[in-house]
């Protein structure tokens, strides 16, 4: 139980950052930590305590594994989310060559 | 056509705009021409796939791919079925009409094949979307067509567009995330991502906490996507700084696919519509309906003004989806069609004016209908279809949905939808009035009409908007709207069905 209070409060931190932070920067590194805490409790959920690998053999009996699917689909997960952090990245760079700052305080030209 | 032929166009939908991207990516640089005829011809070859498909429907009834041929539910199953073939018509129609506009409008923008890679990119994202049968494939293709949408909000690199684009990449991220975490939520319940299997395991009862649970998490993720009220803050600044077709993209078929398509499939597919959950719609949708249409009528913006109509057409749909009635979803599915036809054509009319006059502002506009003849009637048709005057198809669309709301008994809702529908008449009336009509200015006489691709395109959607009112005759409607409104108002059949149809 403690894993997933602290899954979630990594989530949440995360969350704060990507809220409550003036710098592109650290809003990129808040998106980067909640991407982890979801990730993380995609596997959490599979885990099993005292559970082995999911690796089937003649010889032994199939009991007790810990579910391989989320494992394979939490990779897809991390690759999905190292493109958007790349694009979020190059497009830091580029605003930080038109407005000279990573404030987004001071980025503010639109109203929506 | 067999069945067995039938089942291979399925895959195609992803294939083509894919290898077409795929492509373009490598080749682009080197062969000027490429771009553009490979562009061309992808979208073009899955509008035909997709026609292709609604016969399909009509002749073998929902069909089941399984990828690889890996059986579902322990493989990735891709269903055909009426409300897939339905978005998949609708978003390879304005693809392809929004492509053969590109060939002029994009040359403009260095890097032409940049864009057409990521172009097709969000396509395959789309069609993905649409034609899958996993919710955590579901997923993947969301992101692909929300990573390539974001990068193309961005596309030129100016000021303005880059805030657009870091605001809208971080918003949708995180909405993107929320998804995830109901994904997750749903898979440790039910240990299936099969959205067939899945929703015969909900079905079977003990499992209100977490449907409850899950039903938030979606409705903040697609409603972001769809930019239902409280969740819209980016659609403003995202659709008016991306260029002109990208705009008709993301307003006309981008969150419609992503957003509502989603959002409808999940809540009467897989968990089965619940009294609370359609009045949380229909309110959300009456809210997004008034909301958007005050916002849009203030604006001098005219790309930014057809932003706020897109936010507010988007809630006559969820009002007539949500209200659950077959009557209520047959005014919704058509009010989407139609709301994609003749808000991609007012981008792309905006985007004509743009290219030729280089503003976006309407006060500095004006008596543009003497210089840009096609532009202006292509508009003033649009903007009647919008308003739903008379025989263009936007009238009939939001007629059948205040019909049903009002045969429901919700009068409220009724009268909401009839102010916004006036309040949209009055904010087309000044576009039309500031842009086209009136002295045409000094600066403006020496501009020359719009390139010829420009014209074919923005006149084969008007032609649509005409007579689009066609698919409501009955032998129309059972073939391609009636199909679509079976799959949502007997929702809870789609685990059965689909199940049945896994050969």
């Not at chain 2, 048709?381 to 198809?393: D, E, K, L, R, V």
């Not at chain 2, 009409?449 to 420009?454: E, N």
Request: proline letters at 3%; one cysteine or more; charged letters at 10%.
């Amino acid at each position: 139980m403690s894993l997933y209070l602290l899954c979630l409060s990594l989530f949440l931190i995360g969350l704060y950052c990507v809220l409550r932070k003036r710098n592109i920067i650290k809003i990129i590194v808040g998106i980067i930590i909640c991407e982890y805490a979801v990730n993380l409790f995609f596997v959490l959920v599979a885990y099993k305590i005292g559970g082995r690998s999911p690796i089937h053999s003649p010889e032994q009996a199939i009991e007790n594994m810990v579910d391989a699917l989320p494992q394979a689909v939490v990779l897809t997960s991390i690759v999905i989310g190292l493109a958007t952090t790349a694009l979020l990245i190059g497009i830091a760079m580029r605003i930080y060559q038109k407005y000279g700052t990573f404030d987004i305080t001071k980025i503010r030209e639109l109203n929506g | 056509m067999t069945q067995t032929t039938a089942l291979n166009i399925i895959p195609l939908f992803v294939v083509i705009p894919l290898t077409g991207s795929f492509l373009i990516s490598i080749l682009g640089r080197r062969f000027k021409a490429l771009p553009d005829l490979l562009g061309f011809f992808a979208t073009l070859g899955s509008l035909l796939a997709a026609i292709a498909a609604v016969w399909a429907i009509n002749s073998y009834g929902t069909l089941v791919y399984s990828v690889g041929a890996w059986k579902a539910p322990i493989g990735i199953a891709m269903v055909l079925d009426g409300l897939s073939v339905f978005m998949l018509v609708v978003v390879n129609l304005i693809a392809s009409a929004v492509c053969v506009f590109s060939i002029n409008y994009m040359e403009h923008y260095t890097s032409k094949w940049k864009f057409y890679t990521l172009f097709l990119l969000m396509v395959a994202g789309m069609n993905g979307v649409v034609i899958t049968g996993d919710i955590f494939n579901l997923f993947v293709f969301l992101e692909i067509a929300s990573v390539a949408s974001y990068a193309l909000v961005a596309f030129g690199t100016e000021k303005h567009e880059l805030e657009a684009a870091f605001k809208y990449a971080v918003m949708g991220t995180v909405a993107s995330l929320f998804i995830l975490l109901g994904i997750v939520f749903l898979y440790s319940f039910t240990s299936t991502l099969n959205m067939a299997d899945m929703a015969s395991v909900l079905a079977g009862g003990k499992s209100a906490n977490i449907i409850l649970m899950v039903s938030v998490l979606f409705l903040m993720g697609f409603g972001f996507k769809s930019a239902l009220v409280p969740f819209h803050a980016w659609l403003p600044d995202a659709h008016p700084s991306a260029p002109a077709p990208i705009s008709a993209m993301l307003s006309g078929v981008l969150i419609k696919s992503l957003g509502i398509y989603a959002l409808i499939r999940i809540f009467y597919n897989i968990f089965g519509i619940t009294a609370e959950i359609s009045s949380i719609l229909m309110f959300l949708g009456a809210l997004s309906m008034v909301i958007g249409v005050f916002l849009a009528i203030g604006q001098w913006d005219l790309k930014r003004l057809l932003a706020y109509h897109s936010i507010s057409q988007i809630g006559y749909v969820i009002l007539g989806l949500g209200l659950g009635t077959p009557l209520g979803i047959l005014g919704g599915l058509f009010h989407l069609f139609n709301h994609s036809v003749f808000k991609s054509l007012l981008f792309l009319n905006s985007g004509a004016i743009e290219y030729e006059t280089g503003t976006r502002q309407l006060k500095e506009m004006g008596g543009l209908i003497h210089k840009m003849p096609v532009t202006g009637t292509t508009n003033l048709i649009a903007s009647m279809a919008i308003a739903g005057i008379p025989p263009f198809n936007g009238f009939f669309s939001k007629l059948i949905i205040i019909i049903a709301v009002v045969q429901a008994q919700r009068y409220g809702y009724a009268f909401w939808a009839v102010l916004a529908s006036v309040l949209t008449l009055a904010s087309f009336l000044k576009v039309m009035k500031y842009a086209f009509f009136g002295e045409l200015k000094k600066k403006w006489e020496k501009i020359q009409g719009v390139p010829a691709f420009m014209k074919i395109s923005m006149i084969s959607l008007a032609i649509i908007c005409v007579i689009g009112g066609v698919l409501i005759i009955p032998t129309a409607r059972e073939m391609f709207l009636d199909r679509a409104v079976d799959v949502i108002s007997n929702g809870s059949n789609y685990a059965s069905v689909v199940l049945k149809a896994i050969m």
